[in-house]
């Protein structure tokens, strides 16, 4: 209750201070700003002619293929970086830059390489998560109490049942943690990808509010790309993370 009263404050003054400022003092021009009343009103055209609700749909469906991807790619290389000394000392830091780089600059390679396509959408998407869920497969893995490794070994645990009874259970939620990280990379990833291609999504409807000069269609989008994020957060992986904490007695 507490949050819909917020939201609505916050909406009262967003809209106050419109009127003051295009309205009353005259400071900005009415294209130029958004405001709570054009927000909505664009809001129920997309929706009455299925726009938002395709895009929604088809950005969903992207992300959650690329991050799938990327979840597959990233464990693989976090195992190995762990496994291997030499990967740790020479792989690792290079996968640590490469995390650091925007997104947007696989865009160019994205669209060499694959053209204005879906495939080149999930490329940005994946090389904007992957690394980010390898240097977490990592850091969990390394996090693990040596306690529990010394008394596998103790107990005659092999390799195979170190990590299947021992390290993975144990890593599990930092674990989550990275993955949680990781989508949140992934979802902002698959923004500038669709941004840069002529693909129907929540980057291309937001492009094509700002070709149109519609600051509210640009509003729109920014807002419901934050919402469907929180959402996804919020019924999955809270809920996963929430659960495991509760069932270890950490919560």
């Known amino acids: 209750m507490s949050l819909i009263i917020f939201l609505c404050l916050l909406i009262i003054v967003w809209q106050v201070f419109y009127w003051i400022g295009v309205d009353v003092l005259m400071l900005f021009k009415p294209y130029s700003v958004p405001s709570p009343l054009g927000v909505g009103e664009r809001f129920v055209e997309l929706c009455r002619d299925g726009t938002l609700w395709e895009a929604i749909g088809n950005s969903l469906l ?3 293929a690329g ?5 597959v790619i990233g464990i693989i290389i976090g195992l190995l970086i762990n496994h291997f000394r030499y990967l740790q000392k020479n792989l690792k830091p290079f996968v640590l830059g490469i995390q650091t780089l925007p997104s947007v600059c696989w865009v160019p390679f994205s ?3 694959f053209g204005l396509s879906t495939q080149a959408i999930l490329f940005v998407v994946v090389m904007g998560s992957a690394f980010s869920i390898a240097i977490s497969v990592d850091n969990a893995i390394k996090n693990v109490q040596p306690i529990y490794i010394k008394a596998a070994l103790t107990m005659g645990a092999g390799k195979r049942q170190m990590y299947w009874h021992v390290i ?5 939620p930092e674990l989550i ?3 949680k990280q990781g989508w949140s990379f992934a979802w902002r990833a698959l923004m500038a990808g669709e941004v840069m291609t002529t693909s129907i999504g929540l980057g291309q409807t937001l492009i094509m509010g700002r070709d149109l000069a519609d600051i509210n269609q640009v509003m729109l989008v920014m807002l419901v790309i934050i919402i469907v994020g929180i959402i996804i957060d919020k019924c999955i992986f809270s809920v996963i993370e929430k659960r495991l904490l509760t069932k270890r007695g950490l919560y």
């Open 177 to 179: 943690s990275g993955l």
């Open 67 to 71: 991050f799938a991807i990327a979840v």
């Open 62 to 64: 992207r992300g959650v």
């Open 168 to 172: 993975f259970p144990a890593s599990l």
């Open 111 to 113: 669209i060499l390489w």
